[in-house]
């Protein structure tokens, strides 16, 4: 409770915290009152037989005074059991058990029950683009080869042979070998893509030319591959490496179009022949090209390749940035994406429920402008933000790098769509909206991810969504619900099961409640009056299964309808009973208070039957206490009913035969409660009733129903003395001494603090050691005192983009899996065929490459490395014990 009462980051705990809190006090009220009941009897009984009739203490009649005590200690412990509404937690469970079974058919594998309550207040969406949004069918719609532009995909006697082989012979080789276009499962149907969804567009883009891709990798093997630069969010790009049979090497290299573009420096043209590509020619293609396929929502791609003669030698393959320069364009290609159709109707109803959708995305602004337009992300005339992961990092850090809430509150209400982000700045504007203080309610979040960079974002965020086709094991773990279907529209159905468990538990509570306050009320009452309980022990457990157990089955297992989504999300403070439930509890509990006492005092001569009121010990069931108890369990049968709706709606039929379960019970329930009158006997202190008592009893409970519309007809705002309860407690009344207690109780975010402590104090000191080393050795090799030094720019990017002061943000690319977000993987080089003695040549080692401002695993081992090699270098050579290298090792 005293996590909660902080900042608990589930927000699911809430309503659990909120039942456990209103156990206790119930409970601690129930046992006052069976307390005061079970002592007035004694005293009562006491009072009456030993002063008022002046009885004498009897050693003979010592057994009959127990058996009173007893009876009077019964219907104590019946108040107690009755006051108690036992029935709430089993009602929580059965309805976050039943939701989650149920969602299971809408493609929402649950992984923490609390995740369904949480996902029904959120408040705010941030989804990728890839395969949620859009159907991950990735296919090439517009290219521009031999210095045109085709709208469509071009036919083959179009392109000159001679770039035709290039462009093909590039596509087959430089992509994933376990990428493949396959035969559809159905005659008629689509062909299956296997593996990234990028390639497979590119290779369908071979087929549409009439050319086999697979021909070509049967003739050039993935053993046969020199050197393979995998895609990865630092390269942006991936390149292949074939060996030509004279010695020479061709690379092939494929990525954004924007990125790869600013690497070539020739192009082919019409003939075959290679032209001068500057980079005003860049600026116009540009302009001309990738703006116009991007604003039409069309992910572009660069396809290039590079010579390298054999006068020139085997170059250095590990200097990727000299390898990946003076490239030749070949093609440019739009690759569509469709968004599905279920989208667009999904995020209107998520905006319609005070949802707001925001697009988190690796691709070109442009493109994910065009898709946030298309699924009504952004609609015309909106004053909305979108910007790139470059632009929000400066406007969210400070002059020293640093992150600032104040800053992120300023972007987030308005920012809708983020492109060009790494998993870094998803993580960051997660965590800014779940801290944001701007608006009085606290802001709850989902995100969607499926690479293994967006594990920290999901589980920043309060309800983690993985994508079950494309995601990885890391994005799942990670997450509390997994779509199996990779679909927002399962998103939508989420929420509404979110917002059905906790309306689910509300209409549990507003019937269980009312029949508490009835039966304590007449139990304590009837007994103070007339030394017994109208309901006897027996029965009272019978009512207790009525509204514990069978009412929570039949109440939890509500399905959720559309009208969830037509209000708002409740929030983090609001109210488990609402005023409108708390008028109807006590508008119910006191139409059934007046029927049962009218019954108790006056109904022998309604019904021309014996009272049943002042009866000795051990006497028979009466009519009169048979028909109290009839009339009782049948008010609450049709209150049943009325509980339906929690919200003042008129029609409680309303969807009542879409819950076979619902009508089971109660149908069942009344023939159960008609075989215990008729023929339960002494047992459950009942006598059969008539035909026409029947017709009463029935009556009398179906009155409620007519009450209930009478009840709603009164607007709730007029009754300004109800209060809503179930509040949970809010920050501001915590004592700080408290609070400082409880702030350590909070749940640890292990993603965060291993993102920020782990990473970042690793390659603080990693970056410092280097730094260290080259100083010393610098000065070792009479050098200048600067040369050698790594520049801020080129240091570890979660150093800068944490909290290293020497950050510049416009000096930074970000890290971005543009190809394909599903491709979170970064792959060092690797080098095939490496074992062949034509291709293994022996090189001594060298210094790994500095580490390239990148957001993923890759860093660390670059890192590894790369210390590794400095402390050789290092320890190689005999420090004095007071130099400053000495010192250096000795730390280390």
Known sequence: CKTFSVDSKRFGNRIGVMITL?????????????????????????????????????????????????KFFIIGVTVLVVAVPEGLPLAVTISLAYSVKKMMKDNNLVRHLDACETMGNATAICSDKTGTLTMNRMTVVQAYVADKHYRNVPEPQLI???????????????SAYTTNIMSPE??????????????????????????????????????????????????????????????????????????????????????????????????????????????????????????????????????????????????????????????????????????????????????????????????????????????????????????????????????????????????TLVKGIIDSTVLEQRQVVAVTGDGTNDGPALKKADVGFAMGIA??????????????????????????????????????????????????????????????????????????????????????????????????????????????????????????????????????????????????????????????????????????INARKIHGERNVFDGIFNNLIFCSIVFGTFIIQIVIVQWGGKPFSCVGLSIDQWLWCTFLGFSSLLWGQLISSIPTKSLRFLKSAGHGTQRQEIPDEELEDMEEMEEIDHAERELRRGQILWFRGLNRIQTQIRVVNAFRSSLSPYEGLEKPESRSSIHNFMTHPEFRIEDSEPSIPLIDDTDA?????????????????????????????????????????????????AAGTPSAPGSPLHSLETSL
């Open 160 to 174: 000159p042979a001679a770039i035709m082989d290039i462009l093909v012979l590039g596509i087959s080789v430089n």
């Open 22 to 70: 209103l156990l206790t006090t119930v409970f601690s009220l129930g046992l006052v009152m069976s307390a005061i009941t079970v002592i007035i009897l004694v005293v009562l009984f006491v009072v009456d037989t030993f002063w008022v009739q002046g009885l004498p203490w009897h050693k003979d009649c010592t057994p009959i005074y127990v058996q009173f005590f007893v």
């Open 471 to 640: 995601g990885t094991d890391v994005a799942k773990e990670a997450s509390d619900i997994i779509l199996t279907d990779d679909n927002f529209s399962s998103i939508v159905k989420a929420v509404m099961w979110g917002r059905n468990v906790y309306d689910s538990i509300s209409k549990f509570l507003q019937f269980q409640l009312t029949v508490n306050v009835v039966a304590v009320i007449v139990a304590f009452t009837g007994a103070c009056i007339t030394q017994d309980s109208p309901l006897k022990a027996v029965q009272m457990l019978w009512v207790n299964l009525i509204m514990d157990t069978f009412a929570s089955l039949a109440l939890a297992t509500e399905p959720p309808t559309e009208s969830l989504l037509l209000r708002k999300p409740y929030g983090r403070n609001k109210p488990l009973i609402s005023r409108t439930m708390m008028k109807n509890i006590l508008g119910h509990g006191v139409y059934q208070l007046i029927i049962i006492f009218t019954l108790l005092f006056v109904g022998e001569q309604i019904f021309d039957i014996d009272s049943g009121r002042y009866a000795p010990l051990h006497s028979p069931p009466s009519e009169h206490y048979t028909i109290i108890f009839n009339t009782f369990v049948l008010l609450q049968l049709f209150n049943e």
């Open 186 to 427: 159905k005659e008629g149907g689509l062909p299956r893509q296997v593996g990234n969804k990028t390639e497979c567009a590119l290779l369908g883009f071979a087929n549409d030319l009439k050319r086999d891709y697979q021909a070509i990798r049967n003739e050039i093997p993935e053993e046969k591959l020199y050197k393979v630069y995998t895609f990865n969010s630092c390269r942006k790009s991936m390149s292949t490496v074939l060996k030509n049979a004279d010695g020479s090497f061709r690379m092939f290299s494929k990525g954004a179009s924007e990125i790869l573009l600013k690497k070539c420096s020739k192009l082919l043209t019409a003939s075959g022949e290679t032209k001068v590509f500057r980079p005003r020619d860049r600026d116009d293609m540009v302009k001309k090209v990738i703006e116009p396929m991007a604003s039409e929502g069309l992910r572009t791609i660069c396809l290039a390749y590079r010579d390298f003669p054999v006068s020139e030698g085997e170059p250095d393959w590990d200097q990727e940035n000299d390898i990946l320069t003076s490239l030749t364009c070949v093609c440019v290609v739009g690759i569509e994406d469709p968004v599905r159709p279920e989208v667009p109707d999904a995020i209107k109803k998520c905006q319609r429920a005070g949802i707001t959708v925001r697009m988190v995305t690796g691709d070109n602004i442009n493109t994910a402008r065009a898709i946030a337009t298309k699924c009504g992300i952004l609609l015309p005339g909106d004053e909305f933000l979108c910007m790139e992961g470059k632009e929000f990092n400066r406007r969210i850090r400070n002059e020293k790098g640093e992150i600032e809430q104040e800053r992120i509150d300023k972007i987030w209400p308005k920012l809708r769509v983020l492109a060009r982000s790494s998993p870094t700045d998803k993580h």
């Open 825 to 873: 993987e970064d792959d060092a080089p690797t080098k095939r065929n490496s074992a062949s003695p034509r291709n293994a040549t022996p090189t001594p080692p060298s210094p790994s490459p500095t580490p390239s401002p990148n957001q993923n695993n890759n860093a660390v081992e670059s890192g590894n490395n790369h210390l590794y090699v400095e402390g050789n270098k």
